[in-house]
């Protein structure tokens, strides 16, 4: 007997698109490109894009993308507050231990909602 | 086939079973099936609404985001648009990203971003989560993309991946991870190969196959998905 409207999203953004949708609803960035930040281990409850394999890792934020509800929170249907996306640069070594030391220019990209980053 | 000396006397005359196939299926395709099962049960849409969507993604094709690449190539002021709004640029290969299906709801996330080449970067694509991919320009994933395998190597051992897609680079060119985990989605514009000098948008829209587009291959004069694939004869022919 759920009351959530499961066409919100598509209503929301036809014509516009989704994250476009979100423009505007996030307040200020926290953080600019360039800037170093480590990725917090918080604890997720049923559902995270957060992967483990960059949880404690320090990066740098290559891209400020865009402004969405964070999936944690969408998963429950709350969409009433959006957050910042960022996409954060890892080098390979300080994400894989036995990463090889001849590759290690190799770096890795992936996304993160503001709550998982803090500034180092 | 670690067998294959148990069974050196049936040569010529047994009947072998073909070498093991991956029958694997994710949590995630399970689920997909199990949810559709249940939203045509409840006539959300029906089973010929569902074939229908699928004939039209599965047509799309790779065509749209390899004719963005070629342009790419050829116009600088076109790839400056690329880098910077890729959902602008996808109208002038005929894609609108808001309307994608014709159904009137946007079928996906759209935001793509196009990850540039230089002789001395190479960007890969990979969801760890699932399959996330830039379905209105490229098309559906190949079936390995959606493999836990891929998705759980490549982030970890990227060049190993690589290798076996045949695809070796020097320790000088660095190897970029982009795992797509949010609501971007990314195709990689490699660098023009040689070869390719004079040549028009469509000559270069040939080479820039979906592999090409993935980052797990590199596009190479002569290498079209047109083209009829080698025939490598069987090492251990069967008998029947």
């Known amino acids: 007997?759920?009351?959530?409207?499961?066409?919100h999203h598509a209503k929301i953004a036809t014509g516009k698109?989704?994250?476009?949708?979100?423009?505007?609803?996030?307040?200020?960035?926290?953080?600019?490109?360039?800037?170093?930040?480590?990725i917090k281990n918080l604890p997720d409850i049923f559902y995270t894009r957060c992967q483990v394999y960059t949880r404690g890792a320090i990066g740098e934020v290559a891209v400020v993308t865009h402004e969405s509800p964070a999936p944690e929170d969408e998963a429950w249907g709350h969409v009433d507050q959006s957050e910042w996306f960022y996409i954060?640069?890892?080098?390979?070594?300080?994400?894989?231990?036995?990463?090889?030391a001849n590759f290690a220019n190799d770096t890795l990209q992936t996304e993160f909602s503001e709550r998982w980053l803090e500034s180092v | 086939m670690s067998n294959d000396h148990d069974h050196d006397h049936d040569h010529g005359h047994g009947h072998k079973p073909p070498a093991p196939m991956v029958e694997e299926i994710s949590d995630f395709e399970a689920l997909e099936i199990a949810v559709r099962e249940l939203a045509i049960e409840k006539g959300l849409f029906t089973a010929e609404d569902h074939r229908r969507f699928t004939e039209f993604a599965e047509h799309?094709?790779?065509?749209?985001a390899a004719r963005m690449v070629a342009k790419a190539w050829l116009d600088p002021e076109?790839?400056?648009?690329?880098?910077?709004?890729?959902?602008?640029?996808?109208?002038?290969?005929?894609?609108?990203?808001?309307?994608?299906?014709?159904?009137?709801?946007?079928?996906?996330?759209?935001?793509?971003?196009?990850?540039?080449?230089?002789?001395?970067?190479?960007?890969?694509?990979?969801?760890t989560l699932c399959s996330c991919y830039p379905r209105p320009i490229l098309g559906f994933q190949p079936e390995w993309y959606r493999t836990p395998n891929y998705r759980?190597?490549?982030?970890?051992?990227?060049?190993?991946?690589?290798a076996e897609f045949g695809l070796t680079l020097p320790p000088e060119v660095?190897?970029?991870?982009?795992?797509?985990?949010?609501k971007c989605r990314f195709i990689v514009m490699p660098v023009r190969p040689a070869g390719t000098e004079g040549w028009t948008e469509d000559q270069l829209t040939e080479i820039v196959t979906r592999d090409c587009l993935i980052g797990v291959a590199l596009p190479k004069p002569g290498m079209t998905t047109n083209i009829p694939l080698p025939v490598h004869k069987p090492a251990k022919p069967a008998h029947h």
């Not at chain 1, 698109?17 to 480590?38: E, L, M, N, S, Y």
């Not at chain 2, 190597?153 to 690589?162: E, F």
Request: proline residues 9%; hydrophobic residues 30%; charged residues 25%.
């Open chain 2, 60 to 64: 799309i094709g790779p065509t749209p």
């Open chain 1, 88 to 100: 954060v640069r890892f080098k390979q070594k300080d994400l894989w231990p036995e990463y090889p």
């Open chain 2, 152 to 162: 759980r190597r490549l982030v970890r051992w990227p060049r190993q991946v690589l």
């Open chain 1, 17 to 38: 698109g989704d994250p476009q949708c979100f423009k505007g609803t996030a307040g200020p960035a926290k953080f600019k490109v360039g800037d170093r930040v480590r």
């Open chain 2, 78 to 127: 076109y790839k400056k648009l690329c880098l910077t709004d890729a959902i602008k640029a996808s109208f002038a290969v005929g894609v609108d990203w808001l309307n994608p299906t014709g159904f009137g709801t946007p079928s996906d996330y759209t935001d793509l971003r196009v990850l540039e080449d230089t002789p001395t970067m190479h960007h890969v694509v990979v969801c």
């Open chain 1, 1 to 7: 007997m759920s009351q959530h409207d499961r066409t």
């Open chain 2, 174 to 182: 660095e190897v970029r991870v982009e795992d797509s985990n949010q």
